[in-house]
């Protein structure tokens, strides 16, 4: 059992930069793979980014590339998404996941999943 909790979302004008964490429990951390998703109102869910065990190789989607940061600290049970130049567009919930395969991007190949912390980007 994996208990995820985010936290750094807020206001932010377009341009600007966020950094958001989510702290894991447990003694496993190191054996997922951690992701962030976003969703929008009225939007489906939608994968950001994912990262490796050992935080060795990561993956972004298309919208985020050159932008956005996934990093992770074992040590500190924590994973990070570093945002920069955010859009309105990225004006989303966003959730971090955990999953024991290596590097996926659906919704449904992650077991754990945190609460959510809300990012709104002004124009």
């Known amino acids: 059992q994996v208990q995820l909790v985010e936290s750094g979302g807020g206001l932010v004008q377009a341009g600007g930069s966020l950094r958001l964490s989510c702290a894991a429990s447990g003694r496993t951390f190191s054996s997922y793979c951690m992701g962030w998703f976003r969703q929008a109102p009225g939007k489906e869910r939608e994968f950001v980014a994912a990262i490796g065990w050992s935080g060795g190789s990561t993956i972004y989607a298309d919208a985020v590339k050159d932008r956005f940061t996934i990093s992770r600290d074992n040590a500190k049970n924590t994973v990070y998404l570093g945002m920069n130049n955010l859009k309105p567009e990225d004006t989303a919930v966003y959730y971090c996941?955990?999953?024991?395969?290596?590097?996926?991007?659906?919704?449904?190949?992650?077991?754990?999943w945190g609460q959510g912390t809300q990012v709104t980007v002004s124009s």
């Open positions: 996941a955990a999953s024991p395969r290596f590097l996926r991007v659906g919704v449904g190949e992650y077991d754990y």
